[in-house]
């Protein structure tokens, strides 16, 4: 564990048509009269108008910024729009939101959360994850003050994108053995809360598959309650520990290797199943649950080549050597990749 100091929301909206109400929730929470929307090229359309709207409703003054990638660049273009009086507003997917969130953090300013769709979990945590040349994993910044997820926006969001949300959630399994194994070994701190809380938030999915489906409303509130939970068990941690195990490593060595990656919760989810091999567990609970809710289990579902999934598993014990899982020091050899790979069915 990083930090003692556990950051919570003081506010979580998961509500249909919420976002009309972001210019009351403002002002209940004495957030000023001056915002900065940091939203996406696609996201602006579905989340940010509705969101302008209000505050012009209201006569709140505001900005506007799309960005493309979660960079260092991007950072700095936001933060230079931040005055010590503005509330910036992450309005979008995980790349928007961690933007939103780190400039924030950086200029001392409040931030809320305003997920379009429910695909990581990292709506609610106070971790930032942003790509630079020698890392890919998410540092410390801060809670959002609140969170205001309009489900109706999330339920009609790329069913894909849910998908990718659920495999997220459903990587905390190998996550927690991962945890639980280093303090074992490693004697590393170790929270009971935390690892149940996100266990829990695991089971909220695979309890749940059959009940989420595309374009229900129901569903996506289902995703974001437990992405919600996911994200405190994150909170309570001050690391993403109890989220984030081999299974994310691989999938950063993935970040590292393609040029155009899957989804960080597709590859999340198919890392989870090799994981879960390695760890002796049932890995094939891991698969269906994934096909259920329809994320890829296979490299061909996600356009990766066998030979890029093998590079990955090689790789990934050196992406956080300081984070110790089932890989070990030494990591997989070539020849143990191919046969993980083959044997769980992902190649
Ligand atoms: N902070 C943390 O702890 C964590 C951070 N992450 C980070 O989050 C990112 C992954 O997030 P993810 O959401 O998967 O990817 P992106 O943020 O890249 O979003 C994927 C795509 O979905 C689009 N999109 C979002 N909402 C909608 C919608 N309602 N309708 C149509 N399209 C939509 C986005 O549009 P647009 O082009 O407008 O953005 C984007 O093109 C990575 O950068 C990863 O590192 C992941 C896990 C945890
Ligand atoms: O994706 C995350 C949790 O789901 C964050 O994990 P990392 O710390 O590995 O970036
Ligand atoms: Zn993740």
Redesign the pocket.
């Known amino acids: 564990m990083t930090n003692r100091k556990i950051q919570m929301p003081r506010e979580v909206y998961i509500d249909p048509g919420i976002v009309h109400d972001t210019a009351e929730i403002c002002n209940s929470l004495h957030l000023g009269n001056d915002f900065l929307i940091v ?6 359309d ?2 940010a108008r509705p969101v302008i709207e209000s505050l012009e409703k209201n006569n709140l003054s505001y900005d506007v910024i799309k960005v ?1 990638v ?1 960079s260092e660049e991007s950072i700095s273009e936001v933060e230079e729009l931040i005055t010590p009086e503005t509330t910036v507003l992450g309005v ?7 933007v939103a ?1 780190l400039s924030s953090f950086n200029q001392g300013v409040y931030f809320v959360s305003m997920p ?2 429910a ?4 709506i609610v ?1 106070p ?3 942003i ?1 630079n040349p020698n890392t ?1 994993i ?1 540092a410390t910044a801060h809670s959002p003050i609140a969170v205001i997820a309009d489900s109706e ?2 339920a ?3 069913f894909r ?1 849910l998908a ?1 949300g659920c495999a ?1 959630l459903i990587a905390n399994f190998t996550a927690i053995k991962d945890w639980e194994l280093a303090h074992r070994l490693k004697n590393e701190a170790f929270s009971e809360s935390a690892a149940a809380l996100s266990i829990m938030s695991a089971h909220l999915i695979t309890d749940n598959i059959a009940n989420i489906k595309p374009n229900l409303e129901p569903s996506a509130r289902i995703v974001m309650k437990s992405l919600f939970s996911g994200g405190m068990a ?1 909170s309570i941690a001050g690391s ?1 520990r109890p989220a984030s195990g081999s299974e994310h490593l691989f999938s950063h060595a993935l970040d590292k290797i393609l040029d155009k990656p899957a ?3 597709e590859q999340c989810g198919i890392g989870t199943i090799m994981m879960m091999y390695l760890h002796g567990g049932d890995w094939r609970v891991i698969k269906n649950a994934l096909e259920s809710v329809q994320a890829p289990t296979t490299a061909v579902e996600v356009g990766i080549s066998d030979e890029e999934i093998i590079d990955a598993l090689v790789m990934a014990n050196k992406i956080r050597p300081e984070r110790y899982t089932i890989l070990g020091d030494n990591g997989v050899s070539r020849e143990a990749a191919y046969e993980l790979a083959y044997k769980t069915e992902v190649i």
């Not at 979008?92 to 961690?98: A, C, P, R, S």
């Open positions: 939203t996406g090229s696609h996201t602006y579905i989340g493309d979660a979008g997917g995980g790349k928007v939101i961690d969130k379009t769709t695909s990581h979990d990292g945590s971790l930032a994850s790509k890919s998410s926006i999330i009609q969001s790329p994108l990718a997220d994150i993403s989804l960080h919760g």
